[in-house]
């Protein structure tokens, strides 16, 4: 059974239940995973805040509590679909609790899969900009973990990030956080003069490294260069993870990476 | 807390999921209401094959036992998208197992909402059209309460309803069930014949009385015929529940409603 820790943000939980759905290959009804999806953007305090030490209130208790609900009711591979959340202080705090509860579900990483799907989809890319939250790149959430597995890091200058990215993202007229359906032109336009001073620097490939992103940028490229959604790569994951042991669905799950990864 | 008993199939409950967030009147992540969406489709046996008599295995019980857990996550308020799973053998079950088993959420009824909806969108409609699985009209799972509410109720002839609409549903090559994602020309084509013959019936509105439907008629009306989608309904019911006591949503939750039932 698959457990999605939702509403952070809200359009972002909804999505990853949406991609495990369209990525499964069932043919019918009772071939779909089971799934719950938990959206309870008021339990989670807002992981930003945290990160810049305006509150101690970390996050990563509510996280916690919810994967305890999430494993009570059978989870047995879960995922947040939250790039912030992947810094180490909140993850740290987070994997901590799991061992803590005692829990038996096997939480997937945004920050891993999105790695591990690039490396098998792109074999030959060297250079990885990211696109994320100002909160995601002080704390290197992408960019860290990238260098240790071998790629060169590239991100927006800091004007761009805080005008271009951060604020598209939190914006609370035109922002993704607030009005994502559908996305505004600005909003849109914002982030491609940020895919563009990336791809300028050398990216390869660029990571929409905040769940929100995908939804402004649904492509698979831009201009010539790989849009990478890390929501499609933990569905995948979470795919692969909840079809061990049927072997009907592991034998297509298989077929399906091998043929589209 | 809204709870979504999903999986009857699973891309109705995902529906209903995004119809809440896409009508609640928020503006930032906080905003959006608390929803635990359970997808669960092999644990909830096929609702036609009981009512037909083909198994005696009542679907009703792990619908029960959903909600329960739902219950036991904080849900206050629930509902379950899938009409056929509303006919009287179900459904009188589920209510019977909510009692015994002491639950406080309320569920809300797909039919009763969509007949309020209808009563408050469509003062002047007195002949209501339905499309639904065979079963559920068997049941009369719609066409009961609307002629106890006081409308005329047409259905198709038993041709056009086992060939275009039930197959439409079910069918494994074309059907909704197992291709919805897009839909096939040949399920839309079809079900607009007969919703074409439910018009000539003189019909003032039809329900798309399978949670399926939606997905191949998103329109909101079909050559001059206002299509009601039950689960647009039941995600304002949903949502205006949820607010109560919520002063902010609350007023604004009203306003929505008054300016677009």
Do not use: W
């Amino acid at each position: 059974m698959i457990g999605i820790v939702g509403g952070m943000g809200p359009r972002a939980g909804l999505d990853l239940a949406h991609k495990v759905m369209e990525l499964t290959p069932a043919q019918h009804d009772h071939e779909h995973l089971p799934t719950v999806l938990a959206s309870l953007p008021r339990r989670i305090p807002d992981r930003a805040p945290y990160l810049r030490g305006e509150t101690s209130v970390n996050p990563a208790e509510a996280i916690a509590d919810i994967l305890g609900q999430l494993d009570h009711m059978g989870v047995t591979v879960a995922a947040i679909p939250c790039v912030t959340a992947h810094s180490a202080p909140i993850m740290t705090r987070v994997h901590e609790r799991i061992r803590e509860d005692g829990l038996r579900l096997k939480l997937l990483s945004f920050v891993e899969e999105t790695i591990a799907y690039i490396q098998r989809s792109y074999p030959a890319a060297s250079c990885i900009g990211s696109l994320s939250t100002t909160a995601t790149i002080a704390f290197g959430v992408l960019t860290k973990p990238l260098v240790s597995a071998g790629f060169t890091a590239v991100v927006c200058d800091s004007e761009m990030q805080s005008r271009f990215v951060n604020e598209t993202i939190y914006d609370h007229t035109y922002g993704l956080k607030a009005d994502a359906d559908p996305v505004t032109d600005r909003a849109r336009e914002q982030l491609q003069q940020a895919v563009r001073q990336l791809s300028a620097k050398g990216a390869d490939a660029i990571i929409l490294g905040c769940t929100e992103l995908p939804l402004a940028l649904p492509e698979a490229e831009f201009e010539g260069v790989p849009l990478i959604d890390p929501t499609h790569a933990v569905a995948l994951a979470l795919i692969h993870h909840a079809t061990r042991g049927d072997a009907l669905l592991e034998a297509r799950v298989d077929a399906q990476l091998a043929a589209h990864p």
